[in-house]
């Protein structure tokens, strides 16, 4: 269970999307409503503290280290077409999926 408002708009947006995303795609995705608008640093902190709960995976690309992507931690297989497994990056999650919109 989320403790905070933000945690449960950051649980509800990736189980919408429905595949990973970095950080920033979720918090553009949340801004999109948004009169005030979120910065990368909350939405970070935000799915941190879900990853230590066990409600969402971190994945990391094999290519670029310094981007994270998020999923849902019981996501499998990826409602996008997609498989996410314990061992395939994100990067290639994304190669092997159909091209989706989040709108």
Avoid at 20 to 26: G, K, N
Avoid at 31 to 44: A, E, F, I, K, S
Avoid at 66 to 82: F, H, K, L, M, Q
């Amino acid at each position: 269970m989320p403790a905070t408002p933000l945690t449960a708009d950051v649980l509800a947006a990736l189980e919408r999307i429905g595949c990973p995303v970095s950080t920033t795609d979720v918090m553009r995705w949340l801004n999109r409503h948004r009169t005030t608008p979120l910065v990368v640093d909350q939405v970070y902190r935000a799915l941190e503290a879900l990853r230590s709960r066990g409600a969402v995976q971190r994945l990391t690309s094999a290519s670029n280290k310094r981007i994270r992507y998020w999923d849902i931690a019981t996501s499998n297989p990826c409602r996008c077409g997609g498989r996410t497994t314990p061992m395939t990056t994100a990067a290639e999650h994304r190669r092997q999926s159909p091209r989706r919109t989040t709108r």
